[in-house]
């Protein structure tokens, strides 16, 4: 049998796993019932939570979150992971800040960028898919290496705030920053293509049984690697979005603090540890109620330390709630 033949059976499966765009789940439900108290009990505790300028300021952190968290959920859907998004994110930043002090047009210092990202998710997917080694080892391992590359790229770098990608990062059309519009976009075009395509759907039957999946004929090896491909992609975007916001690339942005980051936002919204179930939307809840209460946290005068404390104790009890919920189906 052909290795891209989907055969009725899988096609069937496949479409019942994957969700509606439109459904709102028991968990999706909750996590917006959390958000509105988080928003409420933040607005007692400080009048600076609801203003104008704290909520785009917010709206704009959680956009770069949110389209890395968009790459994560799709390889979390498959069964894998990638621990090497946030490093991924910091290499394309200092690439594409330095083409631009070195006045490369910034749409070739963008694509190249962006070329390069999707490199690096190729390579963690060949690895993956052929070496056998664990998602898990291999991709940690790339952050590492990844980690030292973006100290060597940046090296202390700025860049000038002048720029025309400082104006996407910082502007807005109707009151709406560009970047929250890009977010906006690409978690639309994900949720799409992993509702209404024959690779999305793919994705949620290996998710849901790997070897069944390849024994049916859907392309295992192909989608896994195109998978961590896109991934990539998506992290090098965020790379962009961040650079357009900052204005500079500095030393100790991204690495793998803001890949846990990402992986407790895709946890929080109820994709499985385990793979085969999961959205974009809960992924996309998850990061706002990240980025509020690092927002609340932030204005109460918190320190970093707890901050951080927090991110890891929110990781660990929605992960223990995962697996409860997965246990629970397999009875």
Partial sequence: MPENTTTAPVSAITKSAAPKLSTLNTAHIGLIVVIIIAVIITSIGTDAFLTTNNILNVLKQVSVLAVIAAGLTMLMISGGIDFSLGSNLAVTMGIVAQMLTLEVPTLLAITIGLICATAIGFVNGIV?????????????ATATLLDG????????????????????????????????????VICV??????????????????????????????????NKILLYSMGGMLAGIAGV?????????????????LELQA???????????????????GSVLGVLLLGIVANALNLLGVSSYFQAMSVGAVLLIAAILNVVQWRRRKV
Avoid at 205 to 212: F, H, S
């Fill in 128 to 140: 993956v898919t052929y070496t056998k080694v664990t998602p898990f080892v291999a991709t940690l």
């Fill in 149 to 184: 590359l973006a100290l060597v790229v940046i090296d202390g770098l700025s860049v000038s705030a002048q720029n025309k990608l400082y104006e996407f990062g910082n502007g807005a059309i109707l009151g709406i920053p560009y970047i929250l519009l890009a977010a906006i």
């Fill in 189 to 222: 075009v994900v949720a799409l293509v992993l509702r209404y395509t024959s690779f999305g759907r793919n994705t949620f039957a290996m998710g849901g049984n790997e070897e069944v999946a390849r024994l049916t004929g859907i392309p295992v090896a192909r």
């Fill in 241 to 257: 979005m961040l650079l357009a916001r900052l204005g500079a690339a500095s030393p100790g942005i991204g690495g793998l603090s």
């Fill in 263 to 281: 992986v407790a936002a895709v946890v929080i919204g109820g994709t499985s540890l385990v793979g085969g179930k999961g959205s974009i939307l």
